[in-house]
């Protein structure tokens, strides 16, 4: 579709916008197309996870560092095959202008009986400091999976040792940035078979300078305007709200609001290169994704674009461009943001940008991004067209309208019902509570959107069938999918602002279709790392060719299980079976059973039942 033709259709969005759900107020009837007896079911309850709750700062949301939310990670962090659950806390201003600790984050592991139990002191992952993003990386290559945590204030590296207790390494690494940092991932862009990182930045906030509160009688000497009578220049209802110096407010639609993140200085940008001896080295400059531009960075992805063998780099920016960066296989990188298409939507626009999905929702080969957005714009999917360009197909694959009213956060490809398509989870939750009591076709707490691929051509939203759980209205940020009691069915959790997190069960994906998960284990001695991150699992079944990378950090500030999952709908057999090792050669597996889960060695060339480390 050209881009007059989706200049056209953006008009035609916007005049029936009006008509579009509020969504908390409706709720769309069960698609036709739902697959029978595939739902989600809330145990957040029944897991015990509701001894955790999220903390961010006042109802009132003042300043923009409450609204932002944080990650959760999925991963098996003792290697018992079960997927256990880590969620970031947040804070309150008050709690850092006092010094005090922040509330802990919680470490869940998973007991195989559809329990969790709390081992945060245990294991020493509380954190205690503003949290934002996790990622997971085996970058000691010990076989263990290591956490990294962002914050509002230094970042966190804890070590894996052995699964028994973790120890945050990161100011001996020297990944220890005092800033705010938001999205992360690991990934091995120089093909030296050791696990880098790259690490996104948001707004430098100075706590001594804070900008004008949403909340008047929250100011104090740090807020005080030369200006009193004089407001920020507004946006548009398509992004935040905008601050400009010596402002004493900002608004949003007329609205006295928090500010920013347009008119706050943008944090930096870091790709840590690994020693290889436990410590790391900023390469941002010389490697060339530096943030020149000081934009404000969310979501964070590594994956191949032009299928090259070489990790490339895309970062989602809130109110502006994204980064797409080409690996040049020479330790630096190209911006191609501009000549991809990855940067602005199909009318050449900048948007606030938030979590990133990555994954082949047409199954033609290669790598597709959806990004999510503010609240009154639609999020962004973008086809990969050639390795090298990008077209953004949101609108003719039904995904503009459906998305206009919700503030988008946490996104993920997941088969869902596992018939061979891979759909699409996208959690919202808006930043301004005025949203509940003011005309603005849209509400605070916002239910998920779970949207059914038919077969590649169009996305319609599940509505009542995804279940119950997900059409509760939520402030939800950070999200992430795994196979919680290895079933088969993929199943989500999500970690929400100022409230418990949410534990959705698949119940029947398993029933959907067959389907195949696959653990792989990499071989440092031929430069791949140990947890094989980067790699990419290709099988076909049915005359299917389908594709999916192992794959640190996404989403919104989050992790999702490093198994990777594959659904195969109708059919009982994998003729073919590939792996295209990170850094290394694409072999070929027999595969003798499906409905399993399966661990690949490289090493060995085993294939055995189960995941094993």
Not at 235 to 257: F, L
Not at 452 to 480: I, M, Q, W
Request: charged share 20%.
């Amino acid at each position: 579709m050209s881009a007059r033709a989706l200049i056209g259709c953006s008009v035609a969005c916007a005049s029936l916008f009006a008509a579009q759900e509020i969504p908390t107020k409706r709720l769309q009837p069960a698609s036709p197309h739902a697959t029978a007896g595939v739902t989600y079911r809330d145990v957040t309850n029944l897991a015990g996870l509701s001894s955790f709750k999220h903390v961010s700062g006042t109802p009132e949301k003042n300043y923009i560092i409450e609204a932002t939310g944080s990650g959760v990670a999925l991963w098996d962090f003792d290697n018992d095959g079960l997927v256990d659950i880590y969620l970031v806390n947040g804070s309150t201003i008050d709690r850092l202008q006092r010094g005090d600790p922040a509330p802990a984050a919680a470490l869940f592991r998973n007991n195989g009986n559809g329990t969790f139990t709390d081992v945060t002191i245990e294991r020493g992952v509380a954190n205690e400091r503003w949290g934002q993003g996790v990622c997971v990386g085996d970058f000691d290559n010990d076989g263990f999976e290591d956490l990294f945590v962002t914050n509002f204030g230094k970042n966190r590296l804890y070590r894996n040792d052995g699964g028994r207790r973790f120890t945050d390494i990161a100011e001996t690494a020297h990944v220890a940035d005092d800033s705010w940092s938001t999205g992360c991932a690991f990934g091995d862009y120089d093909g030296d078979g050791w696990l880098d990182l790259f690490v996104a930045g948001y707004v430098s906030l100075d706590l001594k300078h804070l900008p004008p509160p949403a909340n008047p009688e929250a100011a104090g000497p740090a807020n005080t305007s030369s200006e009193p009578n004089r407001a920020s220049p507004e946006s548009g209802s398509r992004m935040g709200a905008s601050y400009s110096p010596g402002a004493s407010r900002c608004t949003y639609r007329s609205e006295r609001v928090m500010c920013g993140p347009r008119g706050l200085k943008g944090a930096p940008d870091h790709l840590y290169r690994n020693n290889r001896d436990g410590t790391f080295t900023d390469v941002s400059g010389e490697a060339g994704v530096a943030d020149r531009n000081g934009l404000y960075g969310f979501g964070v992805a590594w994956f191949d674009m032009d299928d090259d063998g070489r990790l490339d780099l895309f970062v989602a920016n809130d109110s502006g461009p994204n980064y797409l960066y080409r690996n040049l296989g020479s330790g630096r990188f190209e911006d191609v943001s501009y000549p991809s298409g990855a940067a602005l939507d199909a009318q050449g626009r900048e948007q606030a940008h938030m979590g990133v999905a990555v994954g082949d929702y047409d199954n033609d080969g290669r790598d597709d991004l959806h990004v999510t957005n503010f609240a009154n714009d639609f999020n962004v999917l973008y086809h990969n067209d050639d390795g090298r360009s990008f077209s953004d197909v949101t609108a003719p694959l039904g995904l503009t309208l459906p998305t206009m009213p919700f503030l988008g956060w946490g996104t993920d490809f997941v088969d869902y019902d596992n018939d061979g398509w891979l759909d699409l989870l996208v959690v919202n939750g808006h930043v301004y509570p005025a949203a509940d009591r003011l005309a603005w076709n849209t509400s605070y707490a916002q239910r998920a959107l779970l949207f059914r691929n038919l077969a590649g051509k169009r996305f319609e939203d599940l509505g009542a069938a995804a279940g119950e759980v997900l059409a509760t209205p939520r402030a939800s940020r950070g999200s992430a999918v795994g196979d919680i009691d290895n079933d088969g069915g993929i199943d989500i959790v999500i970690n929400n602002l100022d409230d418990r997190p949410t534990l959705a069960r698949n119940d029947g994906g398993a029933k959907g279709g067959h389907w195949l998960t696959i653990a792989l284990k990499g071989d440092p001695a031929r430069r791949c790392p140990r947890d094989a991150i980067g790699s990419v699992v290709f099988v076909t079944a049915g005359g299917v060719r389908r594709r999916a990378e192992v794959a640190s950090g996404r989403g919104q500030m989050s992790q999702s299980d490093l198994r990777v999952h594959f659904g195969l709908g109708a059919e009982t057999t994998v003729p073919n079976l590939q792996v295209r090792w990170a850094n290394g050669p694409t072999v070929t597996y027999k595969m003798d059973r499906i409905d399993a889960i399966v661990t690949i060695d490289q090493a060995s060339g085993a294939v055995t039942k189960g995941t094993t480390r």
